[in-house]
């Protein structure tokens, strides 16, 4: 067990909708990361926050936004879903705001779009 | 941008085999992390190495950072059923904010 936290585990959708990814860090991490992993993909990074701030951006689209809160957990809010955006989406965290630290993933959400 | 060319993209063995698999970058990196991913689940963290020439081991598993520190090396050793999953290497260099992540390599095993 890691002690990343990501809820739900499954998410099914339909094309336009918007939905949210919730994830809570282990404990003392401060560091929270979001990653795609689409069908038999890598992973693809796409925002990290550190200790409630933007730290970095990959390649997320303008329709997903994320933000860390004072407890430091994070949401990732996907809007105006389409069927590519069907994938797994990893939290990860680390103690430090490096991007060179170990991250610790939670297991996943998949999310469905139908 | 930076990539990381992992290789073989995937490997069929026999259980008992040895294994191999490796993680090359044309710029240099001062960190390596090798990761395990099995179906439906998260990448669960191996092995991480911070210096080159560094030789770690975790169980069965030896992982090594490159001397010229643009490669970096894992081996299983006698393999066994629950060894299968995608092996990813991550690296992470002074030029590069981010992890830079390979493409994984799939490790199956022959019945």
């Known amino acids: 067990d890691s002690g990343v936290t990501q809820t739900p585990k499954h998410l099914i959708t339909a094309t336009g909708q918007r939905v949210t990814l919730r994830c809570s860090p282990r404990?003392?991490?401060?560091?929270v990361y979001w990653y795609q992993q689409s069908l038999d993909q890598g992973l693809q990074f796409l925002i990290q926050?550190?200790?409630?701030?933007?730290?970095a951006k990959g390649n997320i689209l303008e329709r997903f936004s994320a933000q860390q809160f004072p407890d430091l957990h994070s949401e990732l809010n996907l809007s105006s879903l389409e069927l590519g955006d069907s994938a797994l989406y990893f939290c990860?965290?680390?103690?430090?705001?490096?991007?060179?630290?170990?991250?610790?993933f939670g297991n996943g959400t998949r999310l469905t779009v139908t | 941008g930076q990539q990381l060319n992992q290789s073989p993209q995937s490997m069929f063995i026999q259980e008992g085999e040895d294994v191999s698999m490796n993680c090359t970058s044309s710029?240099?990196?001062?960190?390596w992390l090798w990761y395990k991913q099995d179906p439906g689940e998260g990448p669960v963290l191996l092995i991480a190495?911070?210096?080159a020439g560094e030789l770690t081991s975790n169980g069965r598993l030896t992982a090594q950072f490159g001397i010229t520190r643009k490669d970096s090396f894992l081996n299983i050793s006698a393999s066994i059923p629950s060894d299968v999953g995608i092996y990813f290497c991550?690296?992470?260099?002074?030029?590069?904010?981010?992890?830079?992540w390979g493409a994984g390599t799939k490790l199956i095993i022959k019945p």
């Open positions: 404990s003392g991490d401060l560091s």
């Open positions: 710029s240099i990196f001062n960190t």
């Open positions: 926050y550190y200790n409630g701030e933007e730290r």
């Open positions: 991550a690296g992470h260099s002074d030029s590069n904010y981010q992890l830079i």
């Open positions: 990860a965290s680390s103690v430090a705001g490096i991007s060179g630290s170990p991250l610790h």
């Open positions: 190495l911070y210096k």
